[in-house]
């Protein structure tokens, strides 16, 4: 199983740019990258996901180097409502493997005014 | 209703009560998979059932029983807890192309359960 490891916590200022980084050093070559936001008592939300290289939606951007043992989830001018904790998770896009779909402890993300 | 449904959305039970929580999926997903978030711990995934099979069951103790009558409702029930118990309770749902497949997940608001 991919282990994923993040920082605990993190503190920002509104309108700021934060970058989350996620390491995952055994990734398998059919897993794929996926990032996950959760609100106090709600379920997780999922952000972006991606294999290789950058991928950019209208929320986040994910930032994957050519090794892929490594990621950054970059939010663009963060605000108060992005108050949440951040999960990376790595797994297997193709079915090939065991199931793999572990939650690791996440990033709490706190925006300051 | 759209999404993810659970209910309820509160249960408390005492340790000899056998109660269900129920999960609904208007998603069109053919996966569905409980979690237990317990306090400043990460998600534990417990079950998954995919195309209406279990797939996955990551050790979870039987007073935890799983049902998923067809690809839309998945009930998780409930017999003997402990007080340890007492946790936020998960349900997702995902479509999948195969039995071990990975795809983005929608989770319900979950159910809080506290065991008395």
């Known amino acids: 199983l991919a282990k994923t490891t993040q920082p605990i916590s993190m503190d920002s200022y509104e309108g700021q740019e934060v970058n989350i980084t996620c390491s995952h050093n055994?990734?398998?070559?059919?897993?794929?990258i996926t990032w996950y936001q959760q609100f106090p008592s709600q379920g997780p939300r999922f952000i972006i996901q991606?294999?290789?290289t950058k991928v950019t939606n209208e929320v986040a951007s994910l930032f994957i180097p050519a090794d892929r043992k490594s990621s950054t989830l970059s939010l663009p001018r963060v605000s108060l409502s992005d108050t949440a904790v951040y999960y990376c998770?790595?797994?297997?896009?193709?079915?090939?493997?065991?199931?793999?779909?572990?939650f690791g402890t996440g990033t709490r993300l706190k925006v300051l005014a | 209703e759209t999404g993810v449904t659970q209910t309820p959305r509160h249960l408390v039970m005492g340790m000899t009560n056998k109660k269900s929580l129920k999960c609904e999926q208007h998603?069109?997903?053919?996966?569905m998979y409980w979690y237990k978030q317990s306090a400043k711990k990460p998600l534990e995934l417990m079950f998954v059932?995919?195309?209406?099979?279990?797939?996955e069951n990551n050790s979870v103790p039987s007073r935890f029983s799983p049902e998923c009558p067809n690809s839309s409702h998945l009930f998780l029930h409930l017999h003997t807890l402990q007080p340890e118990d007492s946790a936020l309770y998960l349900c997702?749902?995902?479509?999948?192309?195969?039995?071990?497949?990975?795809?983005?997940?929608?989770f319900g608001p979950g159910t809080r359960l506290t065991v008395l």
């Open positions: 997702a749902s995902s479509h999948n192309r195969g039995p071990l497949d990975y795809n983005e997940q929608f």
């Open positions: 055994n990734i398998a070559t059919n897993d794929y």
């Open positions: 991606g294999y290789k």
């Open positions: 998770l790595v797994g297997d896009m193709l079915g090939s493997g065991t199931y793999k779909y572990i």
């Open positions: 998603l069109g997903h053919n996966a």
């Open positions: 059932y995919s195309l209406e099979e279990r797939v």
